[in-house]
């Protein structure tokens, strides 16, 4: 029987608001998710052990193993639902590691999607799981557009019929940064609250470019391409996505990007 496969979409924030801080430490935002077609592939097969392959282009960004979000995900998800088997997992890591995209988020969620079937098990478990790790992995399961408030993981799906299909370039300068040292350079004024995601912003890029300058530079050439749309960080950054006319406009684009950062050309779910 071949491996069971599933994508592990990239995560975009079309907006993102930072309110102020959760009794439990936690930052408040106010975000709207949207979803790639495009992302890391994970595959899993039946094995009397949980065991995680990882290769890819950037494999060796991971740290070890058994600390992967896949393989949490997967012990946490046997142990609520009391199951004993294992599995054989692989991950191709194609999205930047520490990237703004929810690339760990979404393995962890792809994992609790397959492993959910391969073990034929009760989808509320996986949902019961979800939260415990990570803020984002509650909206990557569905990977559907979401409008998240709290710590981003409270959930409302939104319809965002004009965004389906649409041409989408991602571009990271091949420089990781932590979610965390962003929030740190946050200067704890409430950015006001997310309504339309149009008329919103990334209420993190100041902090982020603090961090990372080549952020304004990569901003900066999205908002010179032409057909593009809507040109803004994801996340918590580095890296920079714009939303474009068209296919085409996109594509060209792509050819221009230059060779030392990295960029996905893909569309929105």
């Not at 993981?153 to 420089?175: F, I, Q």
């Not at 809507?230 to 996109?250: I, N």
Request: hydrophobic letters at 45%.
């Amino acid at each position: 029987m071949s491996p069971a496969r599933e994508i592990a979409p990239a995560k975009l924030n079309l907006a993102l608001h930072v309110r102020g801080k959760l009794r439990d430490g936690r930052h408040a935002i106010e975000t709207i998710f949207a979803f790639c077609t495009e992302g890391d592939r994970l595959s899993a097969e039946a094995a009397d052990e949980l065991t995680l392959e990882v290769t890819g282009p950037f494999a060796r960004q991971l740290g070890p193993v058994d600390e992967n979000l896949v393989m949490r995900a997967a012990r946490e998800l046997a142990a609520a639902a009391g199951v004993k088997a294992g599995a054989a997992l692989s991950l191709d890591k194609r999205l930047p590691v520490a990237s703004g995209l929810g690339g760990g988020s979404a393995d962890a969620a792809a994992a609790l999607r397959l492993l959910t079937s391969l073990w034929r098990i009760d989808p509320q478990h996986a949902a019961t799981v979800a939260p415990k790790l990570g803020s984002d992995v509650p909206a990557c399961l569905p990977s559907l557009p979401a409008r998240g408030e709290e710590a981003g993981d409270k959930l409302t799906p939104v319809e965002l019929p004009d965004l389906s299909g649409k041409p989408v370039l991602l571009v990271n300068p091949r420089v990781a940064l932590s979610t965390a040292e962003v929030f740190e350079r946050w200067d704890g004024t409430d950015q006001g609250p997310l309504s339309e995601w149009k008329y919103g912003f990334n209420g993190l890029e100041q902090a982020a470019r603090s961090l990372v300058p080549q952020i304004e530079t990569v901003l900066a050439w999205l908002c010179a391409q032409p057909g593009a749309e809507v040109v803004r960080m994801s996340g918590s950054g580095a890296t920079c996505f714009a939303l474009f006319e068209t296919e085409k406009a996109r594509d060209d684009a792509s050819e221009l990007v230059p060779r030392e950062w990295w960029n996905l050309a893909t569309t929105l779910r």
